[in-house]
């Protein structure tokens, strides 16, 4: 088993959970902050954002990630932040870029079309294309959102086009309605898809999210937690916060035998900088 150390990405907020499904969804600038505090304590190394104007509706405006960001820094300055390139369903290529201008060190791609619950998360190829040009024109190092099979085939299109370079690092999303589900079959085929030398990490969604980050940790790789892809911490029991659910990831690192990386490990697995 490895015992490389182990990388947390902390999901705090997201595009589609709200306070009314759980009262703690963090949507300012100082909630979010407050909540990238606890999650770095707790042994989160990333902070996976997204945000939202105050009556939570998701934005991808520059300014509002400013101020997030700015408070992060202050509140959890060694974390890594990594903005969504995802936003909402429904968002411009334009509006959903916005935050790579404010030169964040890591970004997400994802890398095809899926439904997503009743909607569709449209992601074409110049789509795909445009985003991954302005993050490499800007510097900033990507991880490829993985949400079913046919998005790593893309990936590997796009690196023989030149539009991507190995080594990446690939999040396998895995549990949304419309995309690959998030069971341990799943997440062993893609793994025998990516390219030698990727580096990956496992999203599981809702109830996938803790038995997944148990099977990822335990396959040597590093996994993501946080109210954004499930609220309960146990059968119908609401996580207090995304720092709950990093908790629990840690105690599953402790049962494995690996470490929780420490910043400085975190941005060399992951080639950030
Ligand atoms: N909100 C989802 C539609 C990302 O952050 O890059 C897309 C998403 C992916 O969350
Ligand atoms: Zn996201």
């Given amino acids: 088993m490895s015992k490389e150390p182990l990388v947390i990405t902390a999901a705090i907020c997201g595009a589609e959970v709200t306070r009314e499904m759980s009262p703690v969804v963090p949507y300012t600038a100082s909630e979010l902050a407050e909540e990238a505090r606890r999650c770095f304590k707790e042994g989160a190394r990333v902070i996976h954002l997204h945000v939202r104007r105050p009556d939570g509706t998701p934005t991808q405006d520059g300014d509002v990630f400013r101020e997030a960001m700015d408070a992060i820094r202050k509140q959890a300055p060694e974390a890594v932040i990594q903005v969504s390139t995802g936003g909402a369903v429904g968002m411009s290529v334009e509006e959903r870029t916005q935050p790579l201008d404010l030169d964040p060190e890591f970004c997400t791609l994802s890398t095809g079309t899926v439904n ?9 190829f110049p789509m795909i294309e445009a985003i991954a040009r302005k993050a490499r024109e800007r510097g900033v190092r990507m991880e490829m959102e993985i949400f079913d ?3 790593v085939d893309n990936v590997n299109l796009l690196i023989k086009k030149g539009v991507l370079a190995a080594p990446l690092h ?18 062993d085929f893609l793994l025998s898809t990516i390219p030698q030398g990727s580096t990956w990490m496992v999203a599981g969604v809702g109830r996938f999210e803790l038995p997944l980050a148990r099977e990822a940790i335990a396959r040597g790789g590093h996994v993501r937690v946080g109210l954004e892809d499930n609220l309960f ?5 609401l996580a207090k916060g995304s720092w709950e659910l ?10 494995a035998g690996r470490p929780i990386a ?8 992951l080639k950030i900088g």
């Fill in 262 to 269: 420490t910043p400085a490990q975190a941005r060399d697995i």
């Fill in 116 to 124: 997503f619950g009743d909607d569709v998360f449209v992601n074409t």
């Fill in 233 to 237: 911490i146990s059968k119908g029991v």
């Fill in 170 to 187: 690939f999040d396998f999303v895995l549990g949304v309605p419309g995309g690959m589900t998030g069971t341990t079959d799943r997440l």
């Fill in 149 to 151: 099979a046919g998005f």
């Fill in 246 to 255: 990093v908790r629990e990831a840690v105690r599953y690192a402790r049962e």
